[in-house]
């Protein structure tokens, strides 16, 4: 297998030329494992560890290496390989930690597009579409919704929840999918380029790793059932990337119980954008949007021309995000 069909562009070769020694090999991470990274170049699959000069240099854990990342790897003998250096990440994938200690935890690296995974049956919740798509926007990746289980409801009701995700202002790109009877597969098959990475994210039991079963054809992943409330019991346990044959590679994940965001910057921007210019024409520049004379946001919801429950979300994330960002910067000052 050749870099390339590991999804090595031109703008990493450019990177490892500066960053690696001559010396040592590139080759980009697939699993991590407690402290063991298993690495996989043109030789194939292997593991390595990172060297104890890298670990002393990292402040945070997201300066460690992460699936999908493009490290340069050293071979001290025939069996152990070294992580020097991790290539800088073109995108990535991370959010605030669970715990009660704000960090910052990566998901995944160089990633193109998310799979935004939800199922039409339980699962669905748009403000929770909005936490992720926050997400991929804040790590300059490109978002596809995938609404899993439509063999579950009916038509009607497939349409009503696309609706309801469009009368949120979300304008990605929307596949319906069933898993049982492989509507919406070819879809997502088309999507998927040579060379391309993509990351399946989504809540435990919507059927993240059946749909890499059924793109690989082989039920080589374990899948597991929901309970009766439709809740799944977390069988994937670690991220992993796979390769597929058709070319393209995609990061399975366990399931997320929160999705902790930071922002203040183009991840929410960007998914607000309609609010962020109406208030371009409120009346005070500082204008708060909630009592204010002259709110031009409170006007568009009264007009009907902004939706209520998608601004509601805009102020809970907005609040939230700056208390995470309030206390990861006092954490990293205190350092
Ligand atoms: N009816 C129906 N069931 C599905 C579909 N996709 C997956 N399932 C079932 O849903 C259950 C959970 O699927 P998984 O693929 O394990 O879900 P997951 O998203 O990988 O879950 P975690 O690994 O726990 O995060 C399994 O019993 C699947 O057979 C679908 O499209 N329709
Ligand atoms: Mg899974
Ligand atoms: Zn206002």
Known sequence: MELIQLGLEPWFI???????????????????????????????????????????????????PCVGDWVCLHYDSENSA???????????LGRKSAGKNIEFQMIAANIDVAFIVQSCHYDFNVPRLERYLVMANEGHVEPVLVLTKTDLVSADELEQLILEIRRGGISARIV???NVTGAGLDQIKELMGFGKTYCLLGSSGVGKTTLINQLTGQDTLKTGTVSDSGEGRHTTIRRQLIVLEQGAMIVDTPGMREVGIFAGSEGMDELFDDIQELALSCRFSNCGHSNEPGCAVLQAIKDGKLNQEHYGNYVKLKKES??????????RKKR
Not at 20 to 47: H, K, M
């Open 14 to 64: 450019k990177q490892a030329v500066e960053l690696c020694t001559p010396e040592q090999r590139i080759a980009r991470v697939t699993a991590v494992d407690r402290g063991w990274y298993v690495v996989r170049n043109e030789d194939g699959e292997g593991s390595a560890r990172v060297t104890g000069k890298f670990l002393h240099s990292t402040e945070s854990t997201s300066d460690m």
């Open 82 to 92: 070294c992580i020097h250096t991790i290539l800088p990440r073109k995108s990535f």
């Open 176 to 178: 319906a999918l069933s």
């Open 322 to 331: 700056e208390v995470n960002e309030t206390s990861y910067a006092d954490k």
